[in-house]
């Protein structure tokens, strides 16, 4: 089934403590991205690849960190997590940055 | 900076009638996207619309599109209870995705 994965699904953690989101496509995309999603702000783009080692900023990178070194992970890094990043995280994956996008199931992080 | 503005906010029909919402933008774009999101799940691409194209449908969807006002209109006929959800328009000036704050639809059986 072709599908994107996100890994944890829920995740509670504190200020200041590393950690990474996995994301994971099995559709042979080139482009993959990282939403966050907050009440009243719809979605902003955290970070984008284009191809494999190849990442750019998006409209709110700050605090998070990426790598692509294998077309099909995208993991998102909080090096230092704040309050500030409690959010609804959304990975998403597409064949081309001009083609529809499809979802992982989210990763909803609370940071203490 | 915000590329897409849904309109209205939240938008409340009986089932069988028609739900109209509206994205616009503000620079020039390669694609308009629609999607819907089920109440905080993932997002299920709908249908996109090239810049150089005016109208387009899918199933119950229509999508059209204007560059030179910078908007966008997805109808949905024949509502059902089912497309309850929020609504997102998203555009690519770029490479980078910008997507509104949505539109919430309710659809009363």
């Known amino acids: 089934e072709a599908q994107v994965t996100q890994n944890p699904r829920y995740l509670i953690t504190v200020t200041g403590k590393k950690l990474t989101v996995t994301c994971s496509q099995n559709m042979n995309h080139e482009y993959m991205s990282w939403y966050r999603q907050d009440p009243g702000l719809g979605l902003r783009q955290i970070y984008y690849s284009m191809n494999v080692e190849v990442t750019d900023k998006g409209d709110v990178p700050e605090g998070y960190k990426v790598s692509r070194k294998e077309k099909r992970n995208f993991p998102l890094i909080l090096e230092s997590p704040s309050p500030n990043q409690t959010s609804l995280y959304f990975c998403?994956?597409?064949?081309?940055?001009?083609?529809?996008?499809?979802f992982g199931p989210g990763t909803r992080l609370t940071v203490l | 900076s915000q590329q897409g503005e849904e309109d209205p906010q939240a938008l409340s029909i009986q089932e069988g009638e028609n739900a109209t919402m509206n994205c616009s933008y503000k620079t020039s774009i390669n694609n308009l996207q629609w999607y819907r999101q089920n109440s905080g799940r993932g997002l299920v691409h709908l249908i996109l619309i090239r810049s150089n194209e005016r109208e387009k449908h899918s199933g119950r969807l229509r999508v059209t599109l204007d560059t030179s006002k910078k908007s966008s209109s997805l109808l949905i006929t024949a509502s059902r209870a089912a497309d309850t959800a929020s609504y997102f328009c998203?555009?690519?000036?770029?490479?980078?995705?910008?997507f509104g704050t949505g539109t919430s639809l309710t659809v009363i059986p």
């Open positions: 998403a994956s597409a064949r081309t940055g001009a083609n529809e996008q499809f």
């Open positions: 998203a555009t690519d000036p770029g490479n980078q995705f910008y």
